[in-house]
């Protein structure tokens, strides 16, 4: 296995349209995180999956943005009316449910909103 | 509430030793991890620490725990131009999200 994947590596979109990306976690792990980077900035949590299941939401999350993993395998987010405070970088990861809970991190979608 | 917090910027010789340091708030966190980040690149982990260890030490790589005070530090020996990079502790409090701190630009300079 490769590690986590994403695709597009980048995206540019203008304001209003919608935007997916998606993301390929390592084979074996069963949990997934989405996280959002802005420039300057630490990763911030946005959501998580365990197997299909989404356990937790940010409030960051607003109801633009949705996430789905349909068969507990690769994810994707999805925002709607993009704006341009949009603009990040969105990060996946992922990890076993076991000790020490490592989570690995795929290369990330830059999006650009103008 | 939960905050991690670390110093903007380092600079360091070739061949020296770099030591990051990083404060967090949450004392139920019970892993704390580094993360190093190159440009346009996303987060290599690069070692963790158990709430209950004081050190840990991993090739160049030496995390110190100063649980009662919250602090965290990461060490890395014989820094090499190579460890240029920013780099961000994370802490995990109850639940699975990392929270982390700003990061830290390292420069290692020749």
């Known amino acids: 296995d490769t590690g986590v994947s994403q695709d597009p590596r980048h995206k540019i979109t203008k304001r209003g349209q919608n935007v997916t990306f998606r993301c390929d976690p390592i084979?074996?792990?069963?949990?997934l995180y989405w996280y959002r980077q802005t420039l300057g900035q630490g990763p911030e949590f946005l959501t998580y999956?365990?197997?299909?299941?989404?356990?937790?939401k940010s409030r960051l999350l607003s109801d633009r943005f949705s996430a789905e993993r349909p068969k507990g395998s690769f994810s994707t987010l999805e925002i709607q009316r993009t704006e341009q405070g949009d603009s990040a970088m969105y990060l996946c990861?992922?990890?076993?449910?076991?000790?020490?809970?490592?989570?690995?991190f795929g290369p990330g979608t830059r999006l650009t909103v103008t | 509430g939960e905050d991690v917090e670390q110093s903007l910027f380092l600079s360091v010789r070739e061949g020296d030793s770099s030591v990051i340091n990083c404060t967090y708030t949450?004392?139920?966190?019970?892993?704390l991890y580094w993360y190093k980040q190159e440009p346009g690149a996303g987060l290599q982990l690069l070692t963790y620490?158990?709430?209950?260890?004081d050190m840990k030490q991993d090739q160049r790589l030496t995390v110190l725990l100063n649980k009662k005070d919250k602090h965290l530090s990461l060490r890395i020996a014989d820094t090499q131009t190579g460890d240029s990079a920013i780099y961000f502790c994370?802490?995990?409090?109850?639940?699975?999200?990392?929270?982390f701190g700003g990061g830290t630009r390292v420069l290692v300079k020749p």
């Open positions: 990861a992922s990890s076993s449910t076991g000790l020490p809970y490592e989570q690995y």
């Open positions: 084979s074996e792990h069963n949990r």
């Open positions: 999956f365990q197997n299909e299941a989404q356990l937790e």
């Open positions: 949450d004392s139920s966190s019970t892993y």
């Open positions: 620490i158990f709430s209950n260890m």
């Open positions: 994370a802490e995990r409090p109850a639940g699975n999200k990392l929270t």
